[in-house]
């Protein structure tokens, strides 16, 4: 149902068919609170909700449920809050996408109990605090994009762990330090954008390919 005109808020229904496995409502016009329902669907693995007018915080997993999510998409939307603790129950989740909407507080540490989690994208909100360091452990990821966000700090140089990691992004923050020659060492493995905020020295970089 993407690429229409749709308004108001979907249908609670929509959720409740048991043998449902794609659901994209992307590209409308839904202007609503999300429900904690969007979870729980049985057999639910792709559900793309961007670019919509979805506002207010970003509800949680209900408790007892097991969300077989692996793909979960709401960019440009307008929620606000912080990232749910309980996202780390999302043990299936590979791709989770929450950038540009107005998310705000640090990034919570539960996200590091997701075993499966290949790409994260939380750029273009207002997330603060440090890059925690738990996400350093998240070795199966390709793709981490935290730009354009307010975190501080410096950059671990224990991210060189990620061996896979294709895309790095953390530009337009407000961190210091440097990148470390580790990190920089991924290019010979499978890195192929490394940007940070290195235009005006706030990080020292002498790999990336990109400086904000």
């Known amino acids: 149902i993407n690429n229409n005109f749709f308004g108001g808020c979907p249908p609670l229904t929509l959720f409740q068919m048991r043998e449902l496995r794609i659901l994209y ?8 609170t999300l429900f904690p329902s969007i979870y ?21 997993i ?26 780390g129950r999302l043990n299936e989740m590979e791709k989770l996408k929450l950038n540009k909407n107005m998310l705000s507080g640090p990034i919570p540490i539960n996200l590091a ?22 996400m350093n452990y998240l070795t199966g990821l390709t793709v981490l994009n935290l730009s354009g ?13 990620i061996k896979g990691l294709q895309i790095f992004q953390l530009g337009t923050n407000n961190l210091s330090g ?6 920089c060492d991924l290019f010979f ?24």
């Open 25 to 32: 409502m992307d590209n409308n016009k839904f202007a609503c």
């Open 40 to 60: 729980v669907s049985p057999k639910l693995e792709d559900l793309e909700m961007s670019y919509n007018d979805f506002r207010g915080p970003l509800p949680g």
């Open 62 to 87: 209900p408790n007892g449920v097991n969300s077989p999510l692996k793909r979960l998409t709401l960019t440009n939307n307008n929620l606000v809050g912080t990232v749910p603790h309980s996202f």
């Open 113 to 134: 109990a997701m075993p499966n989690i290949v790409s994260l994208d939380l750029s273009d909100n207002q997330l603060t605090g440090t890059i925690p360091s738990y």
């Open 149 to 161: 966000n307010q975190l501080r700090g410096t950059i671990s140089p224990e991210f060189k762990n």
């Open 178 to 183: 440097s990148v470390s020659q580790g990190i």
């Open 189 to 212: 493995n499978n890195l192929q954008t490394l940007e940070v905020d290195c235009a005006q020295s706030k990080v020292l970089c002498n790999c990336c390919t990109g400086c904000t």
